[in-house]
């Protein structure tokens, strides 16, 4: 069973950055898609982005031009580099892939703790 494992985090000070990463356990031909979504206190889990083995991306509104998705399609990983952060960004993140484009089923990470103080 694939394993996604996320890295990165931890928490900053409005205004800061903070890189996540994303991997697999295992080494895979190739990925669909890996995205980010994350999980705020009290609310449901949502979309932040997603990049997928082509090249295309899609972001969340909220995100507005702060957060930028890549991917090394050859390490199987994407990184999350996030600016401009603030306290709403607080979250948990986690990290999602699909591997084929005909299935839509996804792994999921254990996720990672982003806090924003302000």
């Known amino acids: 069973q694939v394993q996604v494992v996320e890295s990165g985090g931890g928490s900053a000070q409005a205004g800061g950055s903070l890189r996540l990463s994303c991997g697999v356990s295992?080494?895979?031909?190739?990925?669909?898609?890996m995205g980010w979504y994350r999980q705020r206190p009290g609310a449901q889990r949502e979309f932040v982005a997603f990049c997928t083995s082509g090249g295309t991306t899609d972001y969340a509104e909220f995100v507005s031009g702060r957060f930028t998705i890549s991917r090394d399609n050859a390490k199987n990983t994407a990184l999350l580099e996030m600016n401009s952060l603030t306290p709403e960004d607080t979250a948990v993140y986690y990290c999602s892939v699909r591997i084929l484009k005909i299935r839509a089923d996804r792994i999921w990470g254990q996720g990672t703790q982003v806090t924003v103080s302000s």
């Open positions: 295992e080494r895979l031909s190739s990925i669909y898609e």
